[in-house]
């Protein structure tokens, strides 16, 4: 292990003398490129933005009370299911149901089985 140690020492040693010969390089590439990367690429988000959306005309929407809306609903096509079983979810789901005037089929309880 102490070889292993020496050489380790030995590499930063050659590491320091190469950054002390060519500290110029250095400079350049630990500073100025990524400088140069973050500007290109700053450049062309700003360049590639394209300008936002102005709406100037108001949309309504005419109102429709509940019962028109439940009319246009198609109460065989949904289905509600929910977790866990027992009274008190049982009891939120049936206002639920009655609120959006499902049928009393469409809504289940999963069943959880316990994994032994």
Excluded at 70 to 79: A, F, G, P, R, Y
Aim: charged share 25%; proline share 5%; with cysteine.
């Amino acid at each position: 292990m102490a070889s292993g140690w020496k050489i380790f020492g030995l590499l930063m040693y050659k590491n320091m003398i190469v950054r002390k010969r060519h500290w110029r390089m250095m400079i350049f590439l630990q500073a100025l490129v990524p400088i140069v990367v973050f500007a290109l690429l700053q450049a062309v988000r700003d360049f590639s933005v394209q300008p936002p959306v102005v709406v100037n005309v108001s949309t309504h929407y005419p109102l429709y009370t509940q019962d028109e809306l439940m009319e246009k609903i198609d109460n065989s096509l949904h289905k509600v299911y929910y977790v866990p079983k027992n009274a008190y979810t049982d009891k939120i789901m049936e206002s639920v149901r009655y609120c959006l005037r499902l049928l009393p089929e469409s809504k289940y309880k999963i069943e959880i089985e316990k994994y032994k």
